[in-house]
Each structure stands twice: as structure tokens, then as C-alpha cells.
């Protein structure tokens, strides 16, 4: 089953208004991935963050891998409609070996509603 | 250049019988990993091939396998359908440099089984 916490799990917001979603876990990622998914299509990837405490950006999305490697949260500002959707946060487990290859574990996402 | 394709997009099948999806990956990837996506479970990961040899698998029951073939596109079956087999399965292709792996994901194919 999963291991990560994703909150919040729903949001709804006025359009314009900043969003703010994070993922905790009691393992160590090497990896935090930030995805978006819109309904019957799969996740289209937002944001990659490869070391901790590193602190990026893509347009209006600002995402940061925690100190700890155990967290990772997602800002979205300015929001607008298109913005609708499923995010969730991924994580790359840590160490090498046959349990880490390919795999992600996924947050449960946070549905995001925006009001125009 | 042209991301995940996964064919076929759509399929309805009765218990019982098997089933077989496709993944072609971006062009230079050679890692696909599998994964299986419902409303109750959310995104579990199923298995992942590279140079044509699976490297890491779930835990999902042998009725599911897979294959990669020499050009990195991959196949999964799934044998003897069950109705919670119906699920949105998503095939993500990336560059196996090192565990730093970013996965691409395709549309998916969405199995209903009836």
C-alpha cells in the first residue's frame, strides 16, 4: 500500500487565490515528483526535485524537497481554472537494489477545485 | 518528441478472460514501469522492465506479468480477469541513469471487466 500522507485531500478555492499542498512519509525518498491528473488521462509531470532542501519553480508551481528527505510540499499561486485537477506527490524510495528500480510511491492526491 | 503511447485506450472484457496492453516509451528511454490505478487503492505500482529483463515487481498475484522487448516497448497481461481487475493502467517510461529515475507517464488504457 501507499506511504505517503498528501494533504490536504480537497481543496476549493477562488480563482486567484494561492495554493498550498504537502506529502510527508516515515521512509527516505530520494526523489519527490509532483504530478497532475485530469480526468481519464494519466499524470503529467510538474515538478522533479533530486536533492534535499532544494527549492524549485515551473511557472506559477514552486515545489521544495524537505531537509529531512521525508517531505515535499507544492505551491501554486495565482491560481485559475485550468489549474483544476488531481495533483499527487511521488517518491523514489532510497538505496539501491531490486526493491527501488521503477518504482514510485504515490500520495493518495489532493482534488483541486477552482471557482472562477 | 513524442511521449507515452498506450494502446489500447479503452477495453471491455468478461471474467475470465486475459488481456494485453501495450506501452511504447519516449524515444531513448529504456525503463517502463507499470501500474494500476483505481478509486480505492490509488496508484500501485505493478512492475518494472528494463533491457528486457523485469528489475523490480508489486505485490500483485501472477494472473499479472509482463514483458519489454529489444526496441523498450513493453507489454502486460493479465490472465483470467476478475471484476477488481477493472482499473486505469498506466505504463511510465524514463532514463534509468541512476535511481534519480523521472518517470513519464502514458494516457493510460482503462480495463473494464464485466
Known amino acids: 500500500g501507499q506511504q505517503l500522507n498528501q494533504s490536504p485531500q480537497s481543496m476549493f478555492i477562488q480563482e486567484g487565490e494561492d495554493v498550498s499542498m504537502n506529502c510527508t512519509s516515515s521512509?527516505?525518498?530520494?526523489?519527490w515528483l509532483w504530478y497532475k491528473q485530469d480526468p481519464g488521462e494519466g499524470p503529467v509531470l510538474l515538478i522533479a526535485?533530486?536533492?534535499?532542501?532544494e527549492l524549485t519553480s515551473n511557472g506559477r508551481l514552486t515545489a521544495q524537497f524537505g531537509i529531512t528527505r521525508k517531505d515535499s510540499f507544492l505551491n501554486i499561486s495565482a491560481s485559475i481554472p485550468s489549474d483544476v485537477g488531481i495533483y499527487f506527490c511521488?517518491?523514489?524510495?532510497?538505496?539501491?537494489?531490486?526493491?527501488?528500480?521503477?518504482?514510485?510511491?504515490f500520495g493518495q492526491g489532493t482534488i483541486l477545485t477552482v471557482h472562477p | 518528441k513524442a511521449g507515452v503511447t498506450q494502446t489500447p485506450r479503452y477495453l471491455i472484457k468478461t471474467r475470465g478472460q486475459q488481456v494485453t496492453l501495450s506501452c511504447s516509451p519516449i524515444?531513448?528511454?529504456?525503463?517502463v514501469s507499470w501500474y494500476q490505478q483505481t478509486p480505492g487503492q490509488g496508484l500501485q505500482f505493478l512492475f518494472e522492465?528494463?533491457?528486457?529483463?523485469?528489475?523490480n515487481k508489486g505485490n500483485f498475484p501472477g494472473r499479472f506479468s509482463g514483458r519489454q522487448f529489444s526496441n523498450s516497448r513493453s507489454e502486460m497481461n493479465v490472465s483470467t480477469l476478475e471484476l477488481g481487475d477493472s482499473a486505469l493502467y498506466l505504463c511510465?517510461?524514463?532514463?534509468?541513469?541512476?535511481?534519480?529515475?523521472?518517470?513519464?507517464f502514458g494516457p493510460g488504457t482503462r480495463l473494464l471487466v464485466l
Open positions: 511510465a517510461s524514463s532514463l534509468p541513469w541512476d535511481l534519480q529515475e523521472t518517470q513519464y
Open positions: 521512509s527516505i525518498f530520494n526523489t
Open positions: 526535485l533530486y536533492k534535499a532542501g
Open positions: 511521488a517518491g523514489q524510495p532510497h538505496g539501491a537494489g531490486g526493491t527501488s528500480y521503477g518504482k514510485l510511491t
Open positions: 524515444s531513448g528511454h529504456r525503463s
Open positions: 522492465y528494463f533491457s528486457e529483463t523485469q528489475r
